[in-house]
């Protein structure tokens, strides 16, 4: 069974330019999370996905961010413009559903903002 | 906003030796999962722990729930070079909103 997709695997781009990831769930999760990592510390969850319907957004910096779930099956997270405080690793996962299953995590896609 | 914090932060040991990985938090926790990290790779679960009290063993690690879902441990015993790795600490609070905890860098040493 294939696991998370997600692309690009890394990014670098100049501040103030947009950027977007793409992420692939494994088929029949209907929970999908966006994370963003930086070197050596706890993922931040920034928006959770139940099927199309964004449930837990809080987190998410909606002046510059932003993501979609059409069809309740892939995922693209947007940012723009980027900002060097930006640069860190953004993990996608997905689970059965929430609470206490198992999230599965794709490598992710580090961002580099020079 | 990190509500589960870890520590040790950072913790270097000898192979053989055993050590343990606090997970705090003032908040009330409904569940609660032990992550493990490798560079360049997504977290992978190691653990679940749903009841106040409840105690887990995987091989040479030990998982611990507090009584009062606030906190837990994890412990390893005779540590080895492959148990390298970031470990996280993460859970689902009563109101269903999920935290990662801020990460314990673990190297044993050969």
């Known amino acids: 069974e294939a696991g998370v997709v997600q692309s690009p695997r890394y990014k670098i781009i100049e501040k103030k330019q947009p950027v977007a990831f793409w992420c692939n769930p494994i088929s029949g999760h209907n929970t999908l999370y966006w994370y963003r990592q930086n070197l050596g510390q706890g993922p931040e969850l920034l928006i959770r996905y139940e099927n199309e319907e964004a449930v837990d957004d809080s987190q998410l910096p909606k002046d510059r961010f932003s993501a979609e779930r059409l069809k309740g099956v892939d995922s693209t997270l947007k940012i723009q413009p980027a900002e060097l405080g930006d640069s860190a690793v953004y993990l996608c996962?997905?689970?059965?559903?929430?609470?206490?299953?198992?999230?599965?995590f794709g490598p992710g896609t580090r961002l580099t903002v020079t | 906003t990190q509500l589960l914090e870890q520590s040790p932060q950072f913790l270097s040991i000898q192979e053989g030796e055993n050590l343990t990985v606090y997970c705090n938090s003032s908040?009330?926790?409904?569940?609660l999962q032990w992550y493990r990290q490798e560079p360049g790779e997504g977290p992978v679960l190691l653990v679940t722990?749903?009841?106040?009290?409840e105690v887990k063993k995987l091989k040479r690690l030990t998982f611990q729930f507090g009584d009062a879902r606030k906190d837990s441990s994890l412990h390893i015993t005779a540590a080895q070079p492959g148990d390298t790795g970031l470990y996280l600490c993460?859970?689902?609070?009563?109101?269903?909103?999920?935290?990662f905890g801020t990460g314990t860098s673990l190297t044993v040493i050969p």
């Open positions: 993460a859970g689902w609070n009563t109101g269903n909103q999920f935290y």
């Open positions: 722990v749903v009841t106040g009290g």
């Open positions: 908040s009330v926790f409904s569940s």
């Open positions: 996962a997905s689970s059965l559903g929430y609470s206490s299953y198992e999230q599965y």
